[in-house]
């Protein structure tokens, strides 16, 4: 099966930086063609949207997230990065990555995890 593995999680003071990645499987055929998102969950709170880019590399982002994320994508590595920077307390959260095509979600990492000391 395909599957996405992220990394680049860890512990971080905040103001900080991280940059997340997302590999999907070698053998995925058309990647160029999926919506490639993240998502995060913190505890006891529902999974939420974090940013999404389309096939075109066209981004859009969650307000909470909005000048401070920046989501790109690579084709050919079939890999989807997340640049977070100016993280804070409330970014605290397992975040995941996700391929989606025609609005259908395809397959979900396993998450990494990403917490923001005060």
């Known amino acids: 099966q395909v599957h996405l593995v992220e990394s680049g999680g860890g512990l971080v003071q905040a103001g900080g930086s991280l940059r997340l990645s997302c590999a999907a499987s070698?053998?995925?055929?058309?990647?160029?063609?999926?919506?490639m998102s993240w998502f995060r969950q913190a505890p006891g709170k529902e999974r939420e949207r974090v940013a999404t880019?389309?096939?075109?590399?066209?981004?859009n982002y969650a307000d909470f997230v909005k000048g401070r994320f920046t989501i790109s994508r690579d084709n050919v590595k079939k890999t989807v990065d997340l640049q977070m920077n100016s993280l804070n307390p409330e970014d605290t959260a397992v975040y995941y990555c996700?391929?989606?095509?025609?609005?259908?979600?395809?397959?979900w990492g396993q998450g990494t995890q990403v917490t923001v000391s005060s």
């Open positions: 880019i389309t096939t075109g590399g066209i981004p």
């Open positions: 070698s053998y995925l055929e058309g990647f160029s063609t999926y919506t």
């Open positions: 996700n391929i989606r095509r025609f609005g259908v979600p395809l397959y």
